[in-house]
């Protein structure tokens, strides 16, 4: 299994970024997905998730409104489309399957 996670960097507060998550050895469309983030001295916290199908998605209180997870079962690829960023998103951004994590991409929201 492969999670690959991509789309991170640097942004000013109030940008955009786009996460992608490639996915590889396993049946991709038949599970779960979901975006992790864990900032310098904190817990791991779960950002957003996504059923296999995609008909049902679920967000943490604080980016709701602000973020949105997708998927392409086509391209075994997960998305997550963060709008208006705050420089308390900042973190590192994992990709999860289960039993799986990404190697993660660094998120920094700073002027």
């Known amino acids: 299994v492969q999670l690959v996670e991509s789309g991170g960097g640097l942004v000013q507060p109030g940008g955009s970024l786009r996460l992608s998550c490639a996915a590889s050895g396993f049946t991709f469309s038949r599970y779960t997905m979901s975006w992790h983030r864990q900032a310098p001295g904190k817990e791991r916290e779960l950002v957003a998730g996504?059923?296999?199908?995609?008909?049902?998605?679920n967000y943490a209180a604080s980016v709701k409104g602000r973020f949105t997870i997708s998927r392409d079962n086509a391209k075994n690829t997960v998305y997550l489309q963060m709008n208006s960023l705050k420089p308390e998103d900042t973190a590192v951004y994992y990709c999860?399957?289960?039993?799986?994590w990404g190697q993660g991409t660094q998120v920094t929201v700073s002027s």
């Open positions: 996504i059923t296999s199908g995609g008909g049902t998605t």
């Open positions: 999860y399957a289960p039993g799986f």
